[in-house]
């Protein structure tokens, strides 16, 4: 019985041997699993953000699949970016202000439908509000969305065709008229007073900012929360308020699927995403002004001071984006009529 161990072993080494001879000579022999790349298109103020949640990945997927991921970046506006992917830009996951401008890449083939669905929180993987920034000590006495409609206060924001913080301060703007106004007449005549009060609209966010920063024109400027705090992390000291009647700037995030289909990397791709949603990257989006999605809690040197919104609407209660965008934004829509009616 011994010897048919014994005997069993050897052959069972010589076995071995043989095999890893073949395999030499064959020169078969085993590889780490091939490095892979993405690419994410994202809007600008993301940047510092993914600055920091991008290594903790890589480094999390090396150690667990022994696999170098190299993560490709864009950042722009939004409108810029939902441009560049439908014209080709290789993005694997798109990072926009808003749902529109996703959708727009979906009506292009490039998103499956249904894509709201396939992430926690429908989606929404960082969100602000909007806030108006004030001159120092504010001399305007500028607390809320009426005070924009005084004669004697000028006004600085982007124009709602060309930027998304524009669209999301109309919706905020016709949300306080609705508080206080039934008749959308009267919503219409309040918020042609506030844009008549405007010298000139912006081509998008950052110009607004500069023109009320830099070039030191207006009395007020509305923009994103995200943007106001991350100036002051700058080293900007800004007055601004938050109105406690608001809307909750949702910023989404998808996979491209026929970019992902062609370039073979959906594991790798949709375990990314999934990072993004817990409270370690969270608390880096919360760094840079975004309200978390999820509880960052445990990370109390991250958490911002966000002051409470009493009255917090989403696009939902408009309707969604695309009832939205037929009222107000279309050629010809609400947005066109209160500019003719401010020029005649």
């Known amino acids: ?17 043989v095999v890893t001879a073949h395999n030499f000579e064959t020169g078969i022999v085993a590889k780490p699993p091939k490095n892979v790349e993405l690419t994410l298109a994202s809007f600008v103020v993301t940047r510092n953000a993914y600055k920091a949640i991008i290594p903790k990945f890589t480094q999390k997927w090396y150690k667990e699949h022994n696999q170098i991921v190299h993560i490709n970046q864009s950042y722009s506006s939004s409108g810029a970016q ?3 992917v439908i014209d080709g830009l290789p ?3 798109v990072h926009l202000a808003m749902a529109l401008d996703t959708k727009k890449i979906e009506q292009n083939g490039l998103i499956a439908s249904g894509w709201e669905s396939r992430l926690p929180n429908n989606s929404i993987v960082s969100k602000s509000v909007v806030a108006l920034v004030t001159r120092k000590d504010n001399p ?6 009426p005070d924009l409609a005084n004669h004697d206060v000028q006004i600085i924001t982007a124009h709602p065709k060309t930027s998304g913080v524009a669209r999301w301060s109309f919706l905020a703007l016709w949300n306080a008229g609705m508080k206080s106004e039934k008749n959308e007449a009267k919503i219409t005549d309040y918020i042609a007073k506030v844009y008549s009060n405007a010298p000139i609209l912006s081509r998008d966010a950052r110009d607004a900012t500069e023109t009320f920063l830099k070039q030191g024109q207006g009395d007020a400027l509305i923009n994103y929360e995200h943007e106001v705090i991350l100036a002051q992390q700058k080293g900007l000291h800004l007055n601004y308020v938050i109105p406690d009647i608001n809307v909750s700037i949702d910023n989404p995030i998808t996979i491209v699927d026929k970019n992902v289909d062609r370039h073979g990397n959906r594991e790798v791709v949709e375990a990314f995403i999934q990072q993004l949603f817990t409270p370690e990257a969270q608390a880096e989006f919360a ?28 696009v939902s209660d408009f309707g969604g984006w695309n009832k939205v965008q037929t009222k107000f934004f279309a050629n010809g829509a609400m947005f066109d009529q209160i500019q003719n009616q401010i020029n005649h």
């Open 140 to 145: 305007r006495k500028i607390n809320d969305w």
């Open 1 to 17: 019985m011994l010897k048919r161990f014994i005997y069993l072993i050897l052959v069972g080494m010589s076995l071995i041997i």
């Open 82 to 84: 939902t441009r560049a």
């Open 287 to 314: 760094k840079v002004g975004f309200r978390p999605v999820v509880d960052i809690k445990g990370f109390k040197k991250s958490i911002v001071k966000y002051p409470p919104v009493k009255n917090l609407n989403q």
């Open 91 to 93: 993005a694997d996951i």
